[in-house]
């Protein structure tokens, strides 16, 4: 559906559409956009995002807590309270992602998020303003208007993420 957005959630994410013409120009380029064949001879244009990956390491430092505990946590948690760019480099494989986090709140004079449910909120909330920029992106490239979001994946079962991603995206 060329009015949808796409998201496969995951580990990984990548966030785009299924288009009739590739999107080459200087401001996809810009924005780290890239077209990988699709069906029909389509092109998916699409940026790579962090995604959950974030969430999983932190685990490491919380074993005791599953993912949906990690989640509930979270949406007990104040909100905007601490905000990451998980596409910085630091997140891409820290002996410590909790350390990482923390690190990077701490030099952007956030402070520190010291609980489990803090530090997943800061990414839940994280995640869901780059899928905004990246929207924000898309939407400037390729100067269409998208009515909904559609996303898939692993992630797609984290209802608190999506709620996120649909209010910060203003889309269903």
Request: glycine residues 8%; aromatic residues 10%; proline residues 5%.
């Amino acid at each position: 559906d060329e009015d949808s957005v796409y998201i496969s959630s995951g580990t990984w994410s990548l966030m785009g559409i299924e288009s009739n013409e590739p999107y080459c120009d200087e401001r996809a380029l810009a924005a780290n956009f890239t077209n990988e064949g699709g069906v029909d001879g389509t092109y998916r244009v699409l940026k790579n995002i962090m995604g959950l990956w974030l969430i999983q390491r932190l685990r490491d430092a919380y074993p005791e807590l599953s993912f949906a505990d990690l989640v509930a946590q979270a949406e007990d948690c104040t909100p905007f309270a601490y905000l990451i760019n998980p596409n910085d480099d630091r997140f891409l494989n820290p002996p410590s992602m909790l350390e990482a986090i923390q690190e990077c709140c701490r030099e952007t004079g956030q402070g520190e998020p010291q609980d489990a449910g803090t530090v997943a909120r800061c990414v839940f909330e994280s995640l869901a303003f780059l899928y905004r920029r990246t929207l924000d992106e898309l939407t400037s490239i390729t100067g269409q208007r998208y009515k909904q979001i559609q996303i898939v994946g692993g992630g797609c079962k984290n209802g608190f993420l999506n709620q996120l991603c649909a209010d910060f995206c203003e889309l269903p």
